[in-house]
């Protein structure tokens, strides 16, 4: 059984920076694809990036130059280095292990000024 914990959310201005971490329990092997999605009141869940436990990345258009996605495999932990923020970034960001299905519960980012 994975289970996955988000934290990192916050309020910060356009403009700013977070980064976001997903502690995750359960072998490496099932945690071997992570993807961090995110969801904005009223739309739907969207997929923002994707990391492979050798550190292959994707990134959704919207964020690909901004975003950073990584992996600490020794803590189990992966991240999501948030620059260059934009109102639209707001939402809740989710963690989700592919093999397993489990998702975190999600921490609220909010950017504004």
């Known amino acids: 059984q994975v289970q996955l914990v988000e934290s990192g959310g916050g309020l910060v201005q356009p403009g700013g920076s977070l980064r976001l971490s997903c502690a995750a329990s359960?072998?490496?092997?099932?945690?071997?694809?992570m993807r961090w999605y995110r969801q904005a009141p009223g739309k739907q869940r969207e997929l923002v990036a994707s990391?492979?436990?050798?550190?292959?990345?994707n990134y959704a258009d919207s964020v690909k130059g901004r975003f950073t996605i990584s992996r600490d495999n020794a803590k189990k932990t992966v991240y999501l280095q948030m620059n260059s923020l934009k109102p639209e970034d707001t939402a809740v960001y989710y963690c989700?292990?592919?093999?397993?299905?489990?998702w975190g519960q999600g921490t609220q980012v909010t950017v504004s000024s």
């Open positions: 990391v492979t436990i050798t550190g292959n990345t």
């Open positions: 359960g072998s490496i092997f099932s945690i071997a694809v």
């Open positions: 989700n292990n592919v093999a397993t299905g489990a």
